[in-house]
């Protein structure tokens, strides 16, 4: 079957850096991206890696392991403003978006 | 217009009455999609568009119906509500639906049965 992991709830300080986990099972695989999604809004696009290694952009880093099916966001120098839900998602053989639950992120001052 | 848009933002709707859902973007993309969102779930698939024209199943198509006449609208028909169908509703578009184009949503409809 497919499934997609990650943490419910994670909680981190203002100016620290925090990093959100993703394991991912699906059937085929074409990328995974990471959207941000603040209570009561739409998801925005952050990331897209369709290939191993780490993808930098600003404070926001996405890295993927294909042969582990895992993948990370590393989020650095935390704003009050990064309190959000970040969601993962898997594109599959069938080109879907297979989505995780979502990992909540509280940011404390 | 900019991006997509939704249409109503919100509705309480009778169980067994029928609703659209409506959907227009801007962008000029092929590739459109309606997901449903439920608490402690993630984002699942009801049928999306690969151009106007086509359509095909999602995840969850079961209760729900689209169309696609032209490139800029997608309208989600529910043709007889029941209270499971209770959930935020996002709209969205890509370019096209392979490769890494990613995803615009809309700001989304919530929905309550009754």
């Known amino acids: 079957g497919q499934n997609i992991d990650q943490p419910t709830e994670m909680t981190a300080t203002e100016g620290a850096i925090v990093q959100i986990n993703c394991t991912y099972q699906t059937s085929g695989f074409n990328g995974l991206f990471w959207y941000q999604q603040h209570a009561g809004e739409a998801p925005t696009f952050l990331s897209y890696n369709v290939l191993d290694g780490l993808e930098e952009k600003g404070r926001f880093s996405s890295f993927l392991s294909r042969s582990k099916g895992y993948s990370y966001l590393l989020l650095k120098e935390l704003q009050m403003k990064d309190s959000a839900s970040y969601l993962c998602?898997?594109?599959?053989?069938?080109?879907?978006?297979?989505w995780g639950a979502g990992t909540k992120l509280i940011i404390k001052p | 217009i900019a991006g997509i848009t939704q249409a109503p933002t919100s509705q309480i709707l009778a169980a067994g009455r029928r609703m659209t859902l409506r959907c227009t973007q801007d962008m000029r993309h092929n590739a459109m999609y309606w997901y449903r969102q439920d608490l402690g779930l993630g984002l699942r698939l009801i049928h999306y568009s690969n151009t106007a024209g086509t359509t095909g199943k999602g995840e969850v198509p079961d209760g729900y119906s689209v169309s696609r006449a032209n490139t800029d609208d997608f309208p989600l028909t529910l043709a007889s509500a029941v209270p499971s169908q209770t959930s935020v509703y996002f709209c969205?578009?890509?370019?096209?639906?392979?490769?890494?184009?990613?995803?615009?949503f809309g700001p989304g409809t919530r929905l309550t049965v009754l």
């Open positions: 969205a578009s890509s370019g096209s639906r392979g490769g890494g184009d990613e995803q615009f």
């Open positions: 998602a898997t594109m599959d053989s069938n080109y879907q978006l297979i």
